[in-house]
Each structure stands twice: as structure tokens, then as C-alpha cells.
């Protein structure tokens, strides 16, 4: 992925080396590998910083490229991809296999949903700001599940960021987080092999997550890595 021209992917010929070859990629310890797209660090640094996961900047989505990683999270990836595009059908062949992705805040409103049987985009309705997002409204722990790391139900908590998306839950969706007016903000699902995650609020926009905003995404990462 070429940060700022998110359409120019590997399916096109190209005159330059590919840097998400998969040929070039190189682990630094036997540590689950996460891949990240996001267009600031402060998230990949967070993941990074945690002991149990070694984190790179995701710079393709070849098949042979993405089977690196343990986990891929696409954050604000806010390009249109149609359900059959070649983008699509490889995120979905990767979650198949095995693989676990994160689609985070805005990602899951501009392409059509990779996993419609998990969630697709929702349609707010309150404190509703550029038609799709909700704001200033904290979160609850709307079931206890293994993604939470322990998070008692009902549990409330702000986010570091002032706004976040809501989802429509498919038929193999589970919401575990809501906010407050009871829309679904973490949907979580299984597809073949591997896992989904649909995350609404923008991971570290300007500082580190913390408290249980923190121990909700970074349990998650772990659920979606299998660890």
C-alpha cells in the first residue's frame, strides 16, 4: 500500500519494486505478526508496544504478502472497493485461511463490506456529524466475550477520539460494544478459519489509548492474532 494513493495496488503492472513482496519480508522474532495500515502511528506504536506482538506497516495485499501476518487492521483505509474487487475477494480469502482483520472507523463506510454476514455499515441516528459518524457519546460493554480481556458487562468507558462508526451485525456478527444510545460500535465474527473484527471509534488520533478503551481494542487485536 502506497499511503496517500491507497488505488495503486500490485494488481496493476508497476515499474517499481513492490514493497509488499512477500519475498522482501522480514520477521525480527517468532512473535504473532500484525499488519497495520493506519495514517498515523500512534496505534501501530501501542500494538507495538505491547510484549506479545511484533507490528509492521502493512505495504501490500498480495495473497503471499498477507499470509505473513497473523492479523491485518485497516484503519480510516477510506477508498471505495466494490464486494468483487480484487481488493475484497483477498480479504476475504486471507480471513478464510486463517487470518484475522480489524476494519477501523472510517474503513468499513467507504468499501463494501469485505464480511456482510458479519456486519456492513450502519446509518446513525443520533449526535449524527458527516452523515455516518456518532459523537461524543461514551461506550458500554454490551456482552462479555473472550476479544474484551475481561470487561464486566456494562462497563463504560470514553474514547480517545470524539467520534466513531456504528454497524449493522450480519447473521454471524456478535456486538460487544454499543454506545449509548444502543448502536453497534464492536462487531465480532468468525468467517472459514479466521476472525473479524468491525471496530467504529479511531484508534489513537492524537495520544495512546487508555483504560478500558485500551483493554477492548488491544483484547481484540489478541482474539483476532488467536492468542
Known amino acids: 500500500i502506497d499511503k496517500g494513493n491507497e488505488g495503486r495496488w500490485a494488481f496493476r503492472p508497476r515499474q517499481t519494486p513492490d514493497p509488499g513482496d512477500a519475498a522482501s519480508f522480514k520477521k525480527q522474532t517468532t512473535l504473532p505478526q500484525v499488519g497495520v495500515y493506519d495514517n498515523r502511528e500512534i496505534m501501530r506504536n501501542m500494538i507495538g508496544a505491547d510484549a506479545r506482538f511484533e507490528t509492521h506497516d502493512l505495504m501490500g495485499l498480495s495473497p503471499e504478502y498477507l499470509a505473513n501476518f497473523n492479523a491485518v487492521i485497516l484503519q480510516n483505509y ?4 466494490k464486494f468483487d474487487s480484487p ?9 478464510e485461511k486463517g487470518g484475522g482483520v480489524m476494519l477501523a472507523h472510517d474503513t468499513a463506510w467507504f468499501m463494501d463490506s469485505p464480511f456482510p454476514e458479519v456486519a456492513t455499515r450502519g446509518f446513525p441516528k443520533h449526535n449524527v456529524e458527516a452523515e455516518r459518524h456518532v459523537v461524543d457519546s461514551e461506550l458500554k460493554v454490551a456482552r462479555e466475550h473472550p476479544a474484551l ?3 464486566a458487562l456494562g462497563t463504560q468507558f470514553p474514547t480517545e477520539f ?3 462508526m456504528i454497524f449493522k451485525p450480519g447473521p454471524q456478527g456478535t456486538v460487544v460494544i454499543e454506545n449509548t444510545f444502543g448502536d453497534p460500535v464492536y462487531v465480532l ?3 472459514g478459519q479466521g476472525r473479524v473484527a468491525f471496530v467504529g471509534p479511531y484508534m489513537g488520533y492524537k495520544q495512546a489509548l487508555t483504560g478500558a478503551e485500551k483493554q477492548a481494542f488491544m483484547g481484540v487485536v489478541s482474539w483476532l492474532a488467536k492468542q
Open 78 to 81: 477510506n477508498v471505495p472497493q
Open 87 to 95: 481488493f475484497v475477494k483477498t480479504l476475504r480469502s486471507y480471513v
Open 149 to 151: 480481556a475481561g470487561l
Open 162 to 164: 470524539r467520534d466513531h
Open 189 to 191: 465474527g468468525e468467517v
